[in-house]
């Protein structure tokens, strides 16, 4: 088979543990032919070697930039995204650049760009889908490309795809979930007497929490994977502003422990629910049982599906981390190559 061209935009933490994904034995069917950092946007269209790949993650992780790193491992730079992707003759577009999910940011030109180039995309990032999810349809529509995003949403964990499949003639009803795991952490944290302002400083020491570690603690993050999940596991639109949100700064350490005294856990739980011909969504500070599914500790997330005809179907585990989300994008683009493949 011939290789599946890459051009992958992002070379952060998952945008590194992809390559070095790209870069073992097993992954010979794709090459990466193109990549973007905030450097700039730079071809190689015969193809990195593979043992090139991870010298070039080593390179970002030590904070080089592409535009310096470049020259030395035959990447070309271009004018611009559009010129790159073009240049490059990738035939697939993965998207790992920041979220952005009032405008899209870059990653959304950039996604629009290949789309119209009639590339397939493999979303990492969710402020483009966010955003822009009907535009991105269209486009690719348009251009007879494929959107895949199973790792916007529970990190390695199939949650998309589990919830998907689920959904096959039994609507999905209701949803409830941790869908942040910095939120699991603080809160965690907090149960053993931290105050929150102590419990973030030792997430971020963890290296679990952003230095700003906002769209986290106050339901930004979880409050955007609810819009992808009403799209993707419930097909109805839900725009970002209808997310009732609070934030996980406001739990106090009283409440915290007055849970624990009943036998339950505060958290701050994402919930979607069928309402007439709507939704409706929030993420709120809520008490759950013990024994739930919800209440998840270390930094675990959990997600319920309640269906109509089929009772609930839970999905736990590790929510995020550059190696669990660059095995999901992974995944993808083994779904992408066997689609090509015809299987
Ligand atoms: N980390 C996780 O566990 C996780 C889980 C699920 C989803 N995600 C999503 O996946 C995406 C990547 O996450 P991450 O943790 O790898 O983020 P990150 O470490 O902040 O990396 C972001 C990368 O995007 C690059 N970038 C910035 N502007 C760009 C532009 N205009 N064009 C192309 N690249 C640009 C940055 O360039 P420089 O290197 O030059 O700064 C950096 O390499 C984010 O959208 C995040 O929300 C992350």
Same mark, same amino acid.
């Given at each position: 088979?011939?290789?599946?061209?890459?051009?992958?935009?992002?070379?952060?933490?998952?945008?590194?543990?992809?390559?070095?994904?790209?870069?073992?034995?097993?992954?010979?069917?794709?090459?990466?032919?193109?990549?973007?950092?905030?450097?700039?946007?730079?071809?190689?269209?015969?193809?990195?070697?593979?043992?090139?790949?991870?010298?070039?993650?080593?390179?970002?992780?030590?904070?080089?930039?592409?535009?310096?790193?470049?020259?030395?491992?035959?990447? #070309?730079?271009?004018?611009? @995204?559009?010129?790159?992707?073009?240049?490059?003759?990738?035939? @697939?577009?993965?998207?790992?650049?920041?979220?952005?999910?009032?405008?899209?940011?870059?990653?959304?030109?950039?996604?629009?760009?290949?789309? %119209?180039?009639?590339?397939?995309?493999?979303?990492?990032?969710?402020?483009?889908?966010?955003?822009?999810?009907?535009?991105?349809?269209?486009?690719?529509?348009?251009?007879?490309?494929?959107?895949?995003?199973?790792?916007?949403?529970?990190?390695?964990?199939?949650? @998309?795809?589990?919830?998907?499949?689920?959904? #096959?003639?039994?609507?999905?009803?209701?949803?409830?979930?941790?869908?942040?795991?910095?939120?699991?952490?603080?809160?965690?944290?907090?149960?053993? /007497?931290?105050?929150? %302002?102590?419990?973030?400083?030792?997430?971020?020491?963890?290296?679990?929490?952003?230095?700003?570690?906002?769209?986290?603690?106050?339901?930004?993050?979880?409050?955007?994977?609810?819009?992808?999940?009403?799209?993707?596991?419930? /097909?109805?639109?839900?725009?970002?502003?209808?997310?009732?949100?609070?934030?996980?700064?406001?739990?106090?350490?009283?409440?915290?422990?007055?849970?624990? %005294?009943?036998?339950? #856990?505060?958290?701050?739980?994402?919930?979607?629910?069928?309402?007439?011909?709507?939704?409706?969504?929030?993420?709120?500070?809520?008490?759950?049982?013990?024994?739930?599914?919800?209440? #998840?500790?270390?930094?675990?997330?959990?997600?319920?599906?309640?269906?109509?005809?089929?009772?609930?179907?839970?999905?736990?585990?590790?929510?995020?981390?550059?190696?669990?989300?660059?095995?999901?994008?992974?995944?993808?683009?083994?779904?992408?190559?066997?689609?090509?493949?015809?299987?």
């Amino acid at each position: 088979m011939k290789e599946l061209r890459l051009f992958i935009s992002g070379l952060g933490h998952v945008g590194r543990a992809l390559l070095g994904r790209l870069s073992e034995p097993d992954a010979a069917d794709f090459a990466a032919c193109g990549l973007a950092d905030s450097s700039g946007a730079f071809s190689a269209p015969g193809g990195l070697g593979r043992e090139a790949l991870p010298g070039l993650a080593e390179g970002k992780r030590l904070g080089g930039r592409l535009a310096d790193l470049a020259p030395g491992c035959g990447l #070309r730079r271009e004018a611009g @995204i559009r010129e790159a992707l073009e240049a490059s003759g990738a035939g @697939i577009l993965v998207e790992l650049a920041p979220t952005d999910p009032l405008t899209g940011g870059p990653a959304l030109v950039t996604a629009l760009a290949a789309l %119209e180039l009639g590339m397939d995309l493999v979303f990492a990032s969710k402020g483009a889908l966010v955003a822009a999810w009907d535009r991105l349809e269209a486009a690719a529509s348009a251009g007879g490309g494929r959107i895949l995003h199973s790792a916007t949403v529970g990190g390695g964990m199939p949650v @998309i795809d589990a919830g998907r499949a689920f959904s #096959r003639g039994n609507p999905i009803q209701r949803i409830e979930a941790l869908l942040n795991g910095t939120s699991v952490y603080v809160l965690s944290m907090m149960e053993g /007497g931290l105050s929150v %302002e102590q419990a973030v400083a030792q997430a971020q020491a963890a290296g679990l929490a952003e230095a700003d570690p906002s769209a986290d603690l106050d339901g930004l993050d979880a409050a955007c994977k609810l819009c992808i999940l009403a799209r993707s596991v419930m /097909g109805l639109p839900l725009a970002l502003g209808d997310v009732e949100r609070q934030s996980v700064r406001e739990a106090s350490p009283e409440a915290v422990a007055s849970a624990l %005294e009943r036998g339950e #856990r505060l958290r701050a739980v994402a919930v979607l629910e069928r309402t007439g011909g709507g939704l409706s969504a929030s993420v709120r500070l809520g008490s759950v049982p013990a024994s739930s599914p919800l209440a #998840r500790t270390g930094s675990e997330n959990a997600v319920i599906f309640h269906s109509l005809n089929a009772g609930d179907l839970t999905v736990l585990g590790k929510g995020a981390g550059p190696r669990e989300t660059a095995s999901a994008v992974y995944r993808d683009l083994l779904v992408l190559r066997d689609l090509r493949q015809g299987l």
